[in-house]
T-cell receptor, first 114, second 113 residues
Framework: EAQVTQNPRYLITVTGKKLTVTCSQN?????MSWYRQDPGLGLRQIYY???????DKGDVPEGYKVSRKEKRNFPLILESPSPNQTSLYFC?????????????FGPGTRLTVT | GNSVTQMEGPVTLSEEAFLTINCTYT??????LFWYVQYPGEGLQLLLK?????DKGSNKGFEATYRKETTSFHLEKGSVQVSDSAVYFC????????????FGTGTSLTVIP
């Protein structure tokens, strides 16, 4: 089954404790992206990657890191989480080539930072 | 710049009622437009899309027409069901480098029997 998977689905952590949220897709998509979803703000893009070893900042990159060492994986790293990073996070992927590039979303990771 | 403005919710309708969720956009160039749906506890799923002016996207009884003159992409359904209860997001993509999507804030729909 074609899908985007994220782990963990739920995470509660404390301020300053480094964490990684994994994202993997099995559709051989070149493009991957991370979003955060907050009430009243919709989805905002954190980082995206056009291909292996190519990453770029989205609208809200502060406090986050990403890497793209393999085509299928795109982990999101919070080196020193803070309470304002409490949010619902989505990973997405899409093919590239001919627009429009529909994005396929993972199930989400709900992060709470205390 | 690019942006999407979406009708605020929440919206509560009785089963079989007519649904309209308004969406307007601001964009440079010729964007593609999308409606995504998010069911409780799940990620976003593509509901329908349109790639150029006057295109009509449709799926599962939902429709939306790309109106360049009014920069709108309103979502409609003639008769909603309880199973349509979800959050609906309007989005655009300019198709440029980065495939950046711009999402509206989402509209929560609850359909009561």
């Amino acid at each position: 089954e074609a899908q985007v998977t994220q782990n963990p689905r739920y995470l509660i952590t404390v301020t300053g404790k480094k964490l990684t949220v994994t994202c993997s897709q099995n559709m051989n998509h070149e493009y991957m992206s991370w979003y955060r979803q907050d009430p009243g703000l919709g989805l905002r893009q954190i980082y995206y990657s056009m291909n292996v070893e190519v990453t770029d900042k989205g609208d809200v990159p502060e406090g986050y890191k990403v890497s793209r060492k393999e085509k299928r994986n795109f982990p999101l790293i919070l080196e020193s989480p803070s309470p304002n990073q409490t949010s619902l996070y989505f990973c997405a992927s899409s093919p590239t080539g001919t627009a429009p590039y529909e994005q396929y979303f993972g199930p989400g990771t709900r992060l709470t930072v205390t | 710049g690019n942006s999407v403005t979406q009708m605020e919710g929440p919206v509560t309708l009785s089963e079989e009622a007519f649904l309209t969720i308004n969406c307007t956009y601001t964009a440079t160039g010729y964007p593609s437009l999308f409606w995504y749906v998010q069911y409780p506890g799940e990620g976003l799923q593509l509901l329908l899309k349109a790639t150029k002016a006057d295109d009509k996207g449709s799926n599962k009884g939902f429709e939306a027409t790309y109106r360049k003159e009014t920069t709108s992409f309103h979502l409609e359904k003639g008769s909603v069901q309880v199973s349509d209860s979800a959050v609906y997001f309007c989005a655009l993509s300019d198709g440029g480098y980065g495939n950046q999507f711009y999402f509206g804030t989402g509209t929560s729909l609850t359909v009561i029997p």
